[in-house]
């Protein structure tokens, strides 16, 4: 999550001073709550395997999908952060933590 320390992003005109400190909060929460998941090689491929089975979903959406396939990734996303099953649960923090990786990146997005 050194990523998301970077000064460049933090000043990036593209990205509110608020939305980085609140990305800021959720990495921490995040961290809190699945530590294992900040331990290189602490994912399984299988977990890995299930969380990018749901994004390739919103990537490989025609156009006129993509809208609701985001709503559905939101959707799943939050059932499994609420979700009583251990596996659903680290899949949740797989994506959670993929897409804080990704952030790094948003700064090149058009």
Do not use: W
């Amino acid at each position: 999550m050194d990523n998301l320390q970077n000064p460049t992003l933090r000043q990036n005109d593209k990205i509110h001073r608020d939305t980085v400190e609140k990305i800021n909060e959720l990495v921490a929460k995040n961290h809190e709550l699945f530590p294992q998941h900040y331990e290189p090689g602490q994912n399984s491929e299988e977990i890995d395997a299930a969380a990018n089975e749901h994004f390739q979903r919103v990537f490989s959406a025609d156009d006129n999908q993509v809208d609701s396939r985001i709503e559905e990734l939101i959707k799943t996303m939050q059932n499994f952060k609420e979700s009583p099953e251990v596996k659903e649960q680290e899949i949740y923090a797989c994506m959670l933590h993929g897409l804080f990786d990704e952030y790094r990146f948003l700064h090149r997005y058009p």
